[in-house]
C-alpha cells in the first residue's frame, strides 16, 4: 500500500492550491461592504418609488395651490437618474405647463431637463438642437449653471462616443470650455467650484492635484449621495491615471454605495468598477457588477448605455467562462485523483479485511488449541496427581504386602521343618485372602478419595434422593461408587475393573447399566458427567 500517501498527496496539492490574493484586505473590506449595500438594493429603491408615489399623490393638492410645475419638475428630479422614459415624459410635460404659462424661467427649466434626459439617452443631436435653442443671456444663478453643466457634459459625451481625432479633441475643449465657464459662475470654494476644478485637473492631467480638489468636495458635501457618488468616480480616475488600481477600487465601490443608496439607475460606478476587479482576477464579482449594472441599466431603458455595457460584458462572461472550465478541468482532476484514491483504499481495506479474517481464524483456532491445551494440561496435573499418590500408596502396600509375605514364608518354613502339617492347612483359609482384598479396597477407597473429595457428593448428585447410596464412612466407597471411581481414574475396560474388584464382566457391565438407568441423566452423558468431577 506504498501508493496510498503520493496519491493522497498530489490529491492536497491540486486541491489546496492557493488562489492568487488579487486584492489587500483594505480593498477587499469595501467590496464586502458594497455587497451588503447591494443586499438592501429592494430596500433603497423602495424609498424612492415612495418619494415618486407621494409627489404624484400630491399633485392635485399642488395644482390647487398654484405649484403645479415644482411638483412635476420635483418628479422629473426622482426620475432623471432613475428611469429614463419617464424622466423624459415628465421633462416635456413640464415644458408644456410652462409654456401653458408663459414663464420664460420655467420654459429655460424644462428645456435643460429635456436636454439632459436626451443626452443620458444618447441622443445627443437633439440635444444639443434644444440647448442651441436657448437664449443663454436670458439665463441666471441656477439656470445658467445647469445650462453651463449640460453642455459640458454633451460635449463630453459627444468626445466619448466619436473617441477619433481631431474630434474627440475638440469636442472635450469645448466641454472644458463650459466648464470654465461654469466655474466662473459659481461661488469659490462651493462644492460645486471644487467639483469643477477637480475635473479640470483631470482633464489637465494634473492628477494629484485632482484628488485634493476632489477631497475638499466630499469634506463639504455632506449628505448629498449623488455629488459624493461624482466626487469618488472622478478621484477613481485619478487614481487609474496615478496607477493606484487598489485606491481606484476603493473610491469605485464607495461610488457604488452611493449609486445604490439613491437608487441610481443610470450607468454607475458598478460597471468601471467591474472592469477593475476582472483585471484583478475577481472574475466572479465582476460578473455579478455587471450583471447588475446591465440590469441598471435596462431599467434605466437607454440604448447608449447598453452599448457601454455590452463592450466589457462579453470579455467577463468569456473569462468567467475559461474560468470555470479550469475550475471544471480542476475538479476533474481532483475527482479522478479521489476515484483512484477511494479505489486504493477499498482495495486496501478489503487486503486488510481478509489478512484480517484469516488472522481472526487463526486467532480462534489457536485459542480452541490454547483451551484443549489447558485442558490436556490439567488432565496431566490430575493424571499426575493420581500417579504420584498410587505411585506412593502402591509403595507402602507393596511393602506391607511384603513385609506379610516374610511373615508367611518364616511361618510355613517353621511349619514344615516342625511336620505340622495341620496347622499349615488352618493358615491358608480363604478369609484370610478376602481381608487382604478388603484392605486393599480400603486403601483404594482412601487414596481416590484424597483425590477426589467431593466425589460422593456429585456421584449422589445425578440420582434422585431415594436412589442415592452412602457409603459406610467417609473414607469408602460402595461397590458402584468404586466402579465408576475406576471409570474416573482412566480405565474404561470392564474386564480389567472385574479382575480388580473380583467381579465377572457380565456382573460389571450389569452394574454399569443399572447404575445409569436409574440416574436422572442420558445414559450416553453419565461417564462424561462422572469424567468432570
Known amino acids: ?80 437618474s432613475y428611469r429614463y422614459d419617464s424622466a423624459r415624459h415628465y421633462s416635456y410635460a413640464c415644458l408644456g405647463l410652462a409654456t401653458r404659462l408663459q414663464n420664460p424661467q420655467y420654459i429655460a427649466q424644462s428645456q435643460e431637463a429635456i436636454a439632459f434626459s436626451l443626452i443620458s439617452a444618447g441622443i445627443l443631436s437633439e440635444a444639443h438642437d434644444i440647448l442651441q435653442s436657448m437664449d443663454r443671456s436670458a439665463l441666471s444663478g441656477k439656470l445658467l449653471e445647469d445650462y453651463y453643466e449640460i453642455n459640458s457634459l454633451l460635449w463630453r459625451n459627444m468626445a466619448d462616443y466619436i473617441k477619433e481625432e481631431p474630434f474627440y479633441t475638440k469636442y472635450i475643449n469645448r466641454s472644458n470650455g463650459y466648464l470654465d465657464s461654469l466655474k466662473q459662475i459659481v461661488p469659490p470654494n462651493s462644492c460645486m467650484w471644487w467639483s469643477v476644478t477637480g475635473t479640470r485637473q483631470l482633464r489637465e492631467h494634473e492628477h494629484q492635484k485632482a484628488l485634493e480638489s476632489l477631497q475638499h468636495v ?47 439607475r443610470e450607468i454607475t460606478a458598478l460597471y468601471h468598477l467591474a472592469r477593475l476587479i476582472f483585471k484583478e482576477g475577481e472574475h466572479e464579482r465582476a460578473s455579478v457588477y455587471v450583471h447588475q449594472a446591465l440590469e441598471d441599466v435596462n431599467f434605466y431603458g437607454t440604448r447608449l448605455r447598453k452599448v457601454e455595457i455590452n463592450d466589457i460584458l462579453p470579455i467577463i462572461e468569456q473569462d468567467r467562462y475559461d474560468g470555470m472550465r479550469g475550475q471544471r478541468n480542476w475538479l476533474f482532476v481532483a475527482t479522478a485523483l479521489f476515484v483512484i484514491l477511494l479505489l486504493a483504499c477499498l482495495w486496501s481495506y478489503w487486503t486488510i479485511r481478509r489478512k484480517n479474517l484469516k488472522l481472526t481464524e487463526a486467532r480462534e483456532t489457536i485459542a480452541g488449541q490454547l483451551e484443549q491445551l489447558k485442558l490436556t494440561n490439567l488432565q496431566l496435573q490430575e493424571d499426575d496427581k493420581i500417579k504420584n499418590a498410587y505411585i506412593g500408596r502402591s509403595f507402602y502396600t507393596n511393602a506391607e504386602f511384603i513385609a506379610k509375605l516374610e511373615k508367611l514364608y518364616l511361618a510355613i518354613d517353621r511349619k514344615i521343618a516342625a511336620r505340622q502339617y495341620e496347622d499349615l492347612r488352618s493358615m491358608m483359609k480363604l478369609s484370610t485372602l478376602n481381608t487382604e482384598r478388603a484392605s486393599m479396597y480400603e486403601a483404594f477407597d482412601q487414596t481416590f478419595l484424597k483425590l477426589f473429595p467431593d466425589f460422593v457428593e456429585r456421584y449422589n448428585a445425578l440420582f434422585e434422593e431415594k436412589d442415592r447410596k452412602l457409603p459406610d464412612n467417609d473414607q469408602s466407597l460402595t461397590s ?54
Open 1 to 80: 500500500m506504498k501508493i496510498r500517501k503520493p496519491i493522497l498527496t498530489c490529491l492536497l496539492v491540486f486541491l489546496m492550491v492557493p488562489v492568487k490574493a488579487a486584492i489587500d484586505k483594505n480593498t477587499a473590506d469595501w467590496l464586502n461592504k458594497l455587497d451588503a449595500s447591494l443586499a438592501k438594493r429592494d430596500y433603497y429603491e423602495k424609498q424612492r418609488i415612495d418619494r415618486i408615489e407621494s409627489l404624484k399623490e400630491g399633485m392635485a393638492k399642488a395644482k390647487a395651490e398654484g405649484r403645479e410645475f415644482t411638483q412635476m419638475y420635483a418628479l422629473y428630479n426622482e426620475y432623471k
Open 218 to 264: 466630499l469634506d463639504g458635501c455632506g449628505d448629498d449621495l449623488h455629488m459624493r457618488a461624482k466626487a469618488m468616480a472622478e478621484m477613481a480616475w485619478a487614481h487609474i491615471l496615478l496607477e493606484h488600481e487598489d485606491k481606484a477600487i476603493v473610491c469605485f465601490a464607495q461610488a457604488a454605495m452611493a449609486d445604490n443608496e439613491t437608487a441610481t
Open 480 to 533: 458402584e461408587m468404586r466402579i465408576f471411581a475406576l471409570i474416573r481414574l482412566g480405565i474404561n475396560d470392564s474386564e480389567r475393573i472385574a479382575k480388580f474388584l473380583d467381579y465377572s464382566v457380565h456382573t460389571v457391565n450389569t452394574y454399569k447399566t443399572r447404575i445409569k438407568n436409574r440416574s436422572t441423566v442420558d445414559n450416553e452423558q453419565f461417564e462424561h458427567l462422572i469424567m468432570e468431577i
